[in-house]
């Protein structure tokens, strides 16, 4: 089992940057790929980054491609999402998941999520 908790969720500016955090508990965190995956008011679900366990490889949705990094830390059992150059639309809830396999990762059909973290970036 995998609990996992975001936070680093804000207001901030056109502009500007914030960084996500998601706390994962369960001894097998090191070895699962986890992602992040953001809705906005009356859109469905859909995929920003992921990264698999080594943190060796990294993945990204085009509309945050250079924008947005994501890594991890297996001994803090934590992944970063940090968001530069926010924009109107990236206003959402993000939230983190993991799976035991990438494509279950970046297709947000795996059992493993968090709560959720508002994210509001004012124009």
């Known amino acids: 089992q995998v609990q996992l908790v975001e936070s680093g969720g804000g207001l901030v500016q056109a502009g500007g940057s914030l960084r996500l955090s998601c706390a994962a508990s369960?001894?097998?965190?090191?070895?699962?790929?986890m992602g992040w995956f953001r809705q906005a008011p009356g859109k469905e679900r859909e995929f920003v980054a992921a990264i698999v366990w080594s943190g060796d490889s990294t993945y990204y949705a085009d509309s945050v491609k250079g924008r947005f990094t994501i890594s991890r830390d297996n001994a803090k059992n934590t992944v970063y999402l940090q968001m530069n150059s926010l924009q109107p639309e990236d206003t959402a809830v993000y939230y983190c998941n993991a799976a035991a396999s990438l494509s279950t990762v970046v297709t947000g059909t795996g059992n493993y999520w968090g709560q959720g973290t508002q994210v509001t970036v004012s124009s």
């Open positions: 369960g001894r097998t965190f090191s070895v699962y790929p």
